[in-house]
């Protein structure tokens, strides 16, 4: 099926009216990634970020303020560690493939590494959390230990996944999985503190200090991949920009997600600035939260959907209309209604089965 774009550029004059038609054929392209990859690889990042801020916190001294955030970068490591699996079986569109990953492994693919690394992730993180919630430091640091080589491993190989296609001028850069792993690091102190609000009062509120570090520490990497990208593509040294450029020039949409990216990373910087002065109170810190998951989330939305749309060769953009099904906005809701009882789950588990009652309390008033 091929759609017709017709451009009219009237111009009136003594001798009559002149007009100009530009018409670009342009194909209706089925996507090849659908809906359920921005979900995957949204929550894989997550669940690596978390997994390796929870291990750290992990390795802290017992009653700092690190050790205070490690409840609820569990809670949230163990959510996406569920999660993230099934929206990947779901984006295989027949979960039965699976099977040939192991079947038919290619070390030449990344999703064949994949196949391997993310079981072993899984078991990892559901290692750490039980132990956790046993109490057994000793065991869950040596855990911990081995969950940060697993989660970058995986942050590895999700941002690889993309960055291989040739093809795709925009994903074939080193900045793929670096922008993929620094979004979801965002992501994950945002996830932090909505998970915060979730968790039974026992463990009590969280300390400013550590997730402020963690948050400028990403906001400052963004911003410097950011200028490198630029400086590296002015140089010639990398062809993405100048695409990318290209299409900010020509395409309003392109534009406009370009602007709104900005606004909401000065929107960010700037909420950490006010939240750094004083604390702000639990909408502060709700509001906060979600504006760094949903940043991450249309990061993934952009680079993977909206760069479907860009021809490989040719002049336009494809046409995108996301179907209300399983395959698009219904297989969306329906990830984030498993992460909904997932998070439900838990914190429910953690109220009616607390961790063991022979550790120290986790409470404390203390906020800075």
């Known amino acids: 099926m091929w759609m017709v774009r017709r451009q009219y550029a009237c111009r009136s004059g003594i001798d009559g009216v002149v007009m100009h038609i530009t018409e670009i054929l342009t194909p209706h392209q089925e996507v090849a990634w659908l809906p359920w990859a921005v979900q995957y690889f949204f929550l894989v990042g997550l669940a690596a970020c978390s997994a390796i801020i929870a291990a750290f916190c992990a390795l802290a001294p017992r009653g700092s303020s690190w050790a205070r955030i490690e409840p609820a970068v569990t809670a949230l490591l163990f959510v996406c560690a569920i999660a993230a699996p099934v929206s990947l079986l779901a984006d295989l569109h027949q979960p039965g493939r699976f099977w040939h990953f192991y079947a038919h492994f290619t070390p030449w693919s990344w999703m064949s590494w994949g196949a391997v690394l993310m079981p072993f992730f899984v078991g990892l993180s559901f290692a750490f959390c039980v132990l956790w919630w046993l109490g057994w430091r000793g065991l869950q640091r040596l855990a911990g230990v081995a969950l940060i080589v697993s989660a970058l491993s995986i942050l590895l190989y999700s941002g690889a996944e993309v960055m291989v296609l040739r093809s795709r001028i925009l994903w074939h850069t080193y900045f793929i999985p670096l922008n993929f792993a620094l979004t979801a690091w965002l992501g994950a102190v945002g996830g932090i503190l909505v998970m915060e609000q979730l968790l039974p009062d026992t463990f009590g509120r969280l300390p400013r200090r550590p997730l402020l570090i963690l948050s ?133 588990g953690l109220s009616i089965l607390p961790r063991n009652p022979r550790l120290p309390p986790l409470a404390s008033s203390c906020t800075k």
């Open 216 to 348: 400028l520490l990403a906001c400052l990497g963004l911003v410097t991949a950011a200028f490198a990208w630029a400086a590296l593509g002015l140089s010639g040294a990398e062809p993405s920009f100048a695409y990318a450029y290209g299409l900010f020039l020509d395409y309003p949409v392109w534009r406009l997600s370009l602007a709104g990216s900005v606004a909401v990373g000065l929107v960010i910087i700037a909420m950490l600035w006010i939240w750094s002065v004083a604390d702000r109170g639990v909408l502060f810190r709700v509001a906060l939260g979600l504006m760094m998951l949903a940043s991450a989330w249309m990061f993934r939305w952009v680079v993977l959907m909206s760069v479907q749309s860009v021809p490989k060769y040719g002049a336009g953009l494809y046409l995108y209309t996301m179907p209300l099904g399983p395959d698009g906005l219904l297989g969306m809701v329906g990830i984030f209604g498993l992460c909904a009882a997932l998070i439900a789950l838990t914190t429910a």
